[in-house]
Every structure is written in C-alpha cells, then in structure tokens.
C-alpha cells in the first residue's frame, strides 16, 4: 500500500478483555513506532522497533501492554486485561529515516479507536 | 516534568488571513522542533521541521520560528485556507523519541 495502514479502524473491548491491534508499515521501513493518544492530547510514545529488534519500549504504561515484530515488517500491539483508561487512539509511525532523520521522515497511519467499556 | 505546551488550545481565523500558532517547551536539549497537522479521524502528518541551530525555515505557505532565548515556536501559515483547519502539534525530537504537545483546534471561517 501507499500508506501506513492499521487495523481495525475502531475497536470496543468489554474491561478485562485481551485486544491486538495491528499495524502494517510502508514497504522497506525499517523504523516502527507505536504512539497512544488520548482525547484531546498529544500522541505518547510508547515503543519503537529497528527491523524485528525492539530498542525501547520505555512508554509502554504497564506489563499488560506488549508489542512484537516478528519478521521485521508487520507489528502488533497487544493489550491483556483491558481497562478503561487504556482508551485511546493507537497510532503506528514508520520511517526509511536513518539517524536524526528517523522522526523526521516518519509517516503515521490513521490509528486504531479503542475504547473499554 | 519537562513539556512541549501550547498557549492556547483553539484558534479561529478568517480564511484568507494569516494564522500564528504558538508553542512553549522547557527542555533546551532538543535537536529538532517538528509541526504536524492531524485532521480529525487521521494522524499526524509531518508539515515542517526546524533543526535547534536555526531560528526560521519557510516552506509552501508555512514558516516556523524557533526562539531558544524565550524557548518559543511558532507556525505562521500565511493565506489560511479551509483545508487548513486541524489540530496542529509541535514536537520535539529528544532522546531519539517525539514528544509532543497538546495541540492547538484551528478553525478557519469561510
């Protein structure tokens, strides 16, 4: 595709239930991040992946959050037990960027709505 | 903690004239400052950057301002049209991870 795509667009989860969201990043782009974004905030880095290699996931809130890469392209985020403050938009970024020029040249995808009632 | 913050949360202009969006940030270690305009339902998407050694950069219609004295950014969009109203956010490039404010609503008026 031409873009970052993510899926699903919208997500409802009932509280304690386990949800997987999943982001497919241009084509060759070694970078990969995962933002959180509450209502009417500014995105919150939560991980960033080089290749499969997952080199800082300091913004992820608690150890129910985790995020894998396997194969160095698709990754998914996936949240255990659900609680209502993780609703939010999830927004996965990638980028060709090498260096100080890995955010520079990111490009977001449109995010995935999750919501835990 | 340290923060990238906007002054104000909402801005409405006519189409036509030129808008300002002001920024504020603490953390004077920042190598980057970034715009991005996130229009509802989609992400951010990067309008221009401006590297910490500099204090202006124009682009198509855009100019960023950086005042590291005041700690101060600002987005001038000249001949604000329809298309332009979004969420705009600056960001920060700091330890290798975007930090972002908390956005200003611009609103143009037909």
């Known amino acids: 595709g031409a873009g970052v795509s993510q899926s699903p667009r919208y997500k409802v989860a009932k509280r304690g239930q386990d949800v997987a969201l999943r982001c497919d990043p241009i084509?060759?782009?070694?970078?990969l991040f995962w933002y959180q974004q509450a209502l009417g905030q500014g995105p919150e880095f939560l991980t960033y992946f080089q290749n499969e290699a997952q080199l800082d996931k300091s913004g992820l809130p608690s150890d129910r959050f985790f995020a894998e890469r396997p194969e160095g392209s698709v990754s998914t985020l996936k949240i255990q037990r659900t609680q209502q403050e993780d609703s939010a938009v999830y927004l996965c970024?990638?980028?060709?960027?090498?260096?100080?020029?890995?955010?520079?040249?990111?490009?977001f995808g449109q995010g995935t709505r999750l919501t835990v009632v | 903690g340290e923060s990238v913050g906007l002054h104000l949360p909402t801005l409405s202009v006519q189409e036509g004239d030129n808008s300002i969006i002001n920024c504020a940030y603490s953390?004077?270690?920042?190598?980057?400052f970034i715009w991005y305009k996130q229009e509802s339902g989609k992400g951010p998407q990067f309008i221009i950057d401006?590297?910490?050694?500099?204090d202006k950069r124009q682009g198509q219609r855009v100019t960023v301002l950086l005042n590291k004295t005041v700690k101060h950014l600002s987005l001038q969009i000249a001949a604000t049209q329809p298309g332009d109203s979004a969420v705009y956010f600056c960001?920060?490039?700091?330890?290798?991870?975007?930090?972002f404010g908390q956005g200003t609503e611009l609103s143009v008026k037909p």
């Open positions: 970024a990638s980028s060709s960027g090498r260096g100080e020029r890995i955010n520079t040249e990111a490009f």
């Open positions: 401006i590297r910490s050694n500099m």
């Open positions: 953390n004077s270690a920042s190598d980057y």
């Open positions: 960001a920060e490039i700091r330890g290798g991870k975007l930090i």
């Open positions: 084509s060759g782009h070694v970078s």
